[in-house]
């Protein structure tokens, strides 16, 4: 067979859905892209180690959704490799460790919610990343991206630059991984920042749902109250379309009673371009005091595309309780190093 042309780097899932009708591209071919990347950048090269096992399983469920390609029912991600925290369970050959050595022979007999409803949508669990250790909340020092299983996650924009813990936390490896195109979209956990601070840090687009849209049945949990699941991902459009497929109720998680009716299957038609129009955003300056000079221009562009595009910025004061915080698990250091980096492909 000749070997696909198809570039993944910064693929969509649009366009691998596109290259798949157009038969320039397989799944099969998809996934050994994918695991190619994983052995040359993460366990090689720059070693991101933002994977912590790979689905010995993967290239077998992508030949299986390949045969029968084209039948009815099959949606976006139709046979689209996704990469999963592991602190959620998948009943394929792989562990549920929460990045600890406690944990490393823990194999789910019973799919997590998240993980049935990939496989129900066609996708392929690549398979588990790397993350801060018991999901950040085991220790008061611990690193953000660091366990004991994995290792350290780097950020892929700066790796071994870059201080410990400045590729955020707790869902450090699915950021790392979908920055370092290891795979067309993942899924982290959160209970406080752990979505949103990798999805920052990696120049990436997270999304912590309303707890109670998505199912937490399967996966390892920290607080009732705060805990959910949620897609990161290269695009808005793409953290969209996973965001439809994990959305639902189930009977295992008595909070999704409440998002029962309300809850989309597509939230894609929500996508709007002049949605920032009459948007109301606060900021505080004062969080800027540390940046330097370059810095504060990318900020102040920032704002001021936000405004060219009709929010309406408003100047806020944050309380915090000491200069020293942590924010969202990285240091302000860490965090003023980020703000300035610029997206690129490894």
């Known amino acids: 067979m000749e070997k696909t042309s198809f570039n993944i780097a910064e693929a969509t899932i649009e366009e ?74 998948t009943t394929d050959d792989m562990p549920t460790t929460a990045g600890t050595i406690a944990l490393q022979d823990n194999y789910a007999m019973v799919d997590s919610f998240v993980a049935a409803q990939l496989r129900a949508a066609g996708a392929i669990i690549l398979g588990k990343t790397n ?28 790796p071994g630059k870059f201080e410990a813990g400045s590729v955020g936390g707790s869902s450090s490896g699915t950021g790392a991984a979908i920055a370092s195109n ?17 999805a920052s840090a990696n120049s990436i687009v997270g999304i912590k749902p309303t707890v109670g849209l998505i199912s937490r049945t399967g996966i390892i949990p920290i607080a009732e109250s705060q805990d959910t699941a949620g897609p990161m991902a290269r695009t808005v459009a793409d953290a969209a379309i996973v965001l439809g497929i994990l959305a639902g109720f189930d009977k295992e998680d008595p909070k999704t009673l409440e998002s029962d009716g309300n809850a989309l299957s597509d939230y894609t038609p929500h996508l709007q371009k002049d949605a920032l129009r009459g948007a109301r955003i606060g900021i505080d300056r004062t969080f800027l005091s540390a940046a330097d000079t370059e810095e504060r221009k990318v900020m102040e562009k920032a704002i001021a595309d936000m405004e060219a595009q009709g929010a309406i ?9 000491n200069s020293n915080r942590k924010f969202y698990g990285m240091s302000s250091s860490a965090v003023s190093t980020i703000t300035s980096a610029k997206r690129r492909i490894i």
């Open 16 to 89: 691998i859905q596109q290259a798949f009708a157009a038969e320039q591209l397989t799944s099969v071919e998809l996934v050994q892209m994918y695991l190619d990347r994983i052995e040359q950048f993460d366990k090689n090269g720059p070693k991101i180690n933002s994977v912590l096992t790979v689905n010995p399983d993967a290239l077998k469920i992508a030949e299986e959704l390949d045969a029968i390609r084209g039948q009815d029912g099959q949606g976006p991600l139709y046979g689209i490799p996704v990469l999963v925290k592991d602190n959620i369970d």
């Open 131 to 158: 993350l801060s250790e018991w999901a950040f909340f085991m220790a008061e020092k611990g690193v953000s991206g660091y366990s004991a299983l994995g290792g350290q996650v780097q950020n892929p924009y700066g």
């Open 313 to 321: 910025i408003e100047d806020v004061l944050v309380p915090r309780r």
């Open 182 to 198: 290891l795979a067309a979209v993942g899924i982290g956990t959160e209970t406080s920042g752990s979505i949103l601070s990798p």
